[in-house]
């Protein structure tokens, strides 16, 4: 019997940020403290869960990178091999996959950090159309998915959902 290949997704929502109230550009908003405290403590359950990424792709809004950076720091993953790309801040999930597409067939997991809504649209994009709206992502939260297909051939349903990780709630992962 043949084993079928899966190949890993694993998609995070920045962890808190400050208010937009505090800051002239949204696209500047740093983390808060409590913020980087949730940054590092997804990225050691990434680590616990033998997820670690092959490939980290980021928005480089300041407080997604920082996120991405913090994470990288506790899995030993070098920030110098980060994809950083712009058209993450405010994609669309049409935008997220034209992104994922281009990645390497065999790379797998890929840990994609950025923004909503364009993150929750992905999610449910790849889960396919019955499961619109049933996963939220809050800051510090991680979409584990498992997708049948190689990023270049991502489509609606292709993926099943593993776990969803709140930073707030670890320990108390969805399965």
């Known amino acids: 019997m043949t084993e079928t290949m899966h190949w890993e997704l694993l998609l995070l ?3 808190t940020a400050v208010s937009s109230f505090d800051v002239a550009s949204d696209y500047k908003r740093a983390l808060t403290a409590h913020g980087e405290i949730e940054a590092e403590s997804i990225a050691r359950w990434v680590y616990a869960e033998q997820v670690a990424p092959d490939k980290v792709i980021s928005s480089p809004a300041q407080r997604a990178k920082q996120t991405t950076e913090l994470l990288c720091a506790e899995l030993g993953f070098p920030t110098r091999h980060v994809q950083w790309v712009d058209g993450i ?4 999930c ?3 996959v034209k992104i994922l597409t281009t990645c390497d067939a065999e790379i797998s997991p890929i840990l994609l950090v950025g923004h ?16 619109y709206g049933r996963v ?18 991502l489509s609606a349903g292709v993926a099943d959902l593993r776990r969803v990780v709140r930073a707030d709630r670890l320990g108390r ?3």
């Open 94 to 96: 049409e935008d997220l």
């Open 136 to 153: 939220r992502l809050a800051p510090a939260t991680l979409a584990h998915l498992s997708l049948t297909v190689q990023w270049p051939y």
């Open 13 to 15: 929502r920045h962890a």
């Open 173 to 175: 992962a969805t399965r």
């Open 116 to 131: 909503n809504p364009g993150l929750e649209q992905l999610v449910d994009y790849l889960l396919g159309s019955d499961c």
């Open 89 to 92: 801040y405010e994609a669309s």
